[in-house]
């Protein structure tokens, strides 16, 4: 699923009068939406520069960039700006660390709060669930490869559920009836709290797998130079004190 913004949301007087007003199309995963949104904000506020983000998440981004489709900037994690890079379509050398992601734990509003203060307690807990929910974007990636530390994997493939985004794994979650477990971005579980999901913890610190995320400009930008800003604005201490801030970083 792909959602489309574009920031500021209505046209107006910015901070910065004499700034040369400069669209920017990013393309970049919804895993660390509130934080680009946020660092997105703060740059238009600065610089007066219009960006159009489109959120989608890795498999689709890679699609895309299959396709031909084509944008200033580009925010995946490293092996994906790795491969684009070497297919000719970004600049690699000048990629920047932006934010990085972790895998929480979840559960149904009323269920049984699991214990995960371990990586044993977790894996009982697993193993009891009517049911394991994860994604297949970045964040189900990482959630499989902590499964996979502890050794479960095989055993859970009867009752996994997978999904593509966000939207059906929460309504998995808020609609079950049984004992039923899920994983995913912790920000993005927080997003969900008030439509009755809770956020158990974090992974526990000896399985728990960061994704990180890179933003490189594209070789076919149409503006290079408005690229380059606002790369250097996301590598700056402002943006990244707010992805911090955002939960993302």
Known sequence: MEKIMVIPAQSGNVDSPTARAVDVDLLTVGSIEPGIIAATEAFHRQSGNTVRITFANTPAIR???????????????????????????VIGGDRIYVARVGVGVMVREGAPVPDISSA?????????????????SS??????????????????????ARYDGAPGMMAHMINGKGRDIGFGAIFEIRL?????????????P????????????????????GARTYIRYLAGPEAQALFVAHGVG
């Open 192 to 204: 969900f709290r008030d439509q009755g999901v809770v956020l158990v913890g974090p992974l526990p």
């Open 206 to 225: 000896d399985i728990q797998n960061y994704t990180s995320y890179m933003a490189a400009p594209m070789v076919a930008a149409h503006c290079p130079e």
């Open 139 to 160: 964040s189900g990636l990482s959630a499989e490869a902590a499964l996979a530390k502890l050794g479960i994997l095989d055993q859970i493939g009867g009752k996994t």
């Open 120 to 136: 044993d307690a977790l894996r009982r807990a697993i193993l009891l669930a009517e049911s394991v929910v994860y994604n297949w």
């Open 63 to 89: 699609k895309r960039m299959a396709e031909g489709v084509t944008a200033d900037v580009v925010i995946a994690p490293p092996e994906a700006i790795d491969d684009f890079a070497q297919e000719g379509k």
